[in-house]
């Protein structure tokens, strides 16, 4: 019985403080968007047609989300994608990103402007991902 | 009856036209009499471009590397200072000292972060470029505070006719804090002599607690510079917020309003200021509506291209295109695109073959040749 105690108490604590740490690190995330990342993908994630991806309700992002990090952690994709059916082949440039950046970028890019993303990124994922 | 009313109607008309500060000018037509011609290929951010007495390139690499291009030869230079990359940070422009054949200086600007605080700030050095190597590394003014802000960093690079290296640090996104203040780097033209010294004539020079070095102010984040074939002025473009880029011909010690004025709001589409203009403040020779994202500034003089001496020449960051702006009394009459769906362009100079040529970003530096 109070193990059962123990557990329906930590159950809602454990959900709290992920909801509580997924929304500091959106809201990072969210500055760091807006310093390193609008000018090209745009305040609304759409990015401009055929030449900077979107963000917002993007198919590539979240079928390649792995190569999507690498991409911010390392600079660019090579060659040319197909995102929500249309081409791009212009070279994100590496922006000297920390690894706790990322993930906060990452979080606030996976649950904004329509996007939706169970799971937390988390910066030891982000470390973790090489070349 | 009828005459005079036309005389009215004319003189009205010129009475609304004198009054707007700009007439817009948002068709850009497409240029068709020319041809781009690929000098060497690169897969990385050339930001640079500068040339040698015997027209080969001596180009910088935004990550931190510089390359000297020769006769289809890419050969590293070695000696480069650590470089804080970061956003839109990191080795930026190059200008050879108007005496370089018998000095041997070349110039630097660059993101550098030093011991104790967190971040960079825009970094100008010179250096002697001996073969492939520099050496005798000096730094000649460092912008500060740092900042870990990915922004606006400025970088460009440009000798007047006396020999005066003038230089941009951007407003490193701090907009409210450093460009109307001349006691803090950031959002402002420098000039400095070309040892590094200050001039005594510079406008703050006698000013309490005044950056020295400061020549202009109130700037966002001037990333295109030439001096003025003619005139001898420094002519500058700079990124605006959403709208607003700009070009300002550069005056000693004047204001140019950022972010007092603009003609630009914020990316989230909510106002900066209401102010276009302000007493003391220097209104731009032409704003961009929509922005540009104008990377580099170049004067045509060559008589290569017909037609396009005397106009200007600005890279469009943001719609993968140079963009020529045909001048008359200052004022600008047209627009024109060059190598439309080529690349994001990063730098622009007229080589001294007379030839165009254009960075553009992971493919390469381009030759532009005009249509037989």
């Known amino acids: 019985m109070k193990f059962i105690n123990i557990i329906f108490f930590i159950i809602p604590f454990f959900i709290f403080s992920q909801n509580e740490s997924l929304s500091v690190s959106m809201k990072n995330g969210k500055s760091l968007y807006e310093d390193f990342c609008l000018r090209c993908h745009m305040p609304n994630g759409k990015g401009i047609e055929g030449i900077y991806p979107p963000l917002a309700k993007s198919d590539f992002l979240f079928k390649y989300m792995e190569e999507s990090i690498k991409a911010i952690k390392f600079g660019g994709i090579d060659g040319e994608i197909t995102v929500n059916g249309i081409k791009y082949n212009s070279k994100m440039e590496k922006m000297g990103l920390y690894d706790d950046e990322i993930a906060d970028i990452m979080n606030y890019t996976l649950n904004s402007w329509g996007n939706k993303h169970e799971a937390m990124i988390m910066e030891d994922y982000v470390r973790s991902l090489k070349k | 009856m009828n005459k005079l009313f036309s005389i009215i109607i004319i003189a009205g008309l010129i009475l609304v036209n004198t009054s707007c500060a700009q007439e817009n000018k948002n068709t850009v037509l497409s240029e068709i009499n020319y041809e781009m011609e690929l000098v060497f290929e690169d897969e990385n951010i050339i930001w640079a471009i500068e040339f040698f007495e015997d027209k080969s390139i001596l180009a910088t690499v935004k990550s931190g590397s510089l390359f000297h291009y020769k006769e289809g030869i890419k050969t ?297």
Do not use: C
């Open chain 2, 76 to 372: 590293k230079i070695k000696g480069l200072p650590d470089i804080y990359l970061r956003g839109q940070g990191g080795l930026m422009d190059i200008a050879f000292h108007p005496n370089f054949k018998k000095n041997k200086w070349l110039y630097l600007s660059y993101a550098s972060q030093d011991v104790g605080e967190k971040g960079g700030n825009t970094t100008i050095a010179r250096a002697k470029l001996l073969e492939d190597s520099l050496t005798d590394f000096e730094v000649l003014y460092k912008g500060f505070p740092n900042s870990r802000k990915g922004q606006h960093f400025g970088g460009r690079l440009e000798f007047d006719n006396e020999n005066y290296l003038y230089f941009s640090i951007g407003d490193r996104g701090n907009r409210d804090v450093n460009p109307q203040n001349i006691s803090l780097d950031g959002g402002k033209i420098y000039r400095i002599n070309d040892d590094g010294t200050i001039p005594f004539d510079n406008p703050f020079f006698e000013t309490l607690n005044s950056k020295k070095a400061i020549y202009s102010f109130g700037h966002r984040n001037p990333q295109g510079m030439f001096k003025h074939p003619i005139t001898g002025e420094i002519w500058t473009n700079e990124h605006g917020p959403r709208g607003g880029d700009e070009i300002n011909i550069i005056k000693k010690g004047k204001n140019y309003g950022w972010p007092k004025t603009t003609y630009g709001i914020n990316y989230s589409g909510t106002t900066i200021t209401k102010n276009k203009s302000l007493p003391n403040t220097k209104q731009p020779l032409y704003y961009w509506i929509p922005s540009i994202a104008p990377s580099s500034f170049e004067y045509i003089s060559s008589d290569i291209y017909p037609k396009w001496k005397g106009s200007l020449l600005a890279g469009a960051l943001k719609f993968n295109y140079l963009e020529r702006i045909v001048l008359k009394n200052n004022k600008v009459i047209s627009r024109w695109k060059i190598g439309e769906n080529l690349g994001r362009p990063r730098d622009v100079k007229q080589g001294p073959d007379g030839y165009i040529y254009v960075s553009i970003e992971n493919k390469g530096v381009y030759k532009i040749l005009p249509k037989k």
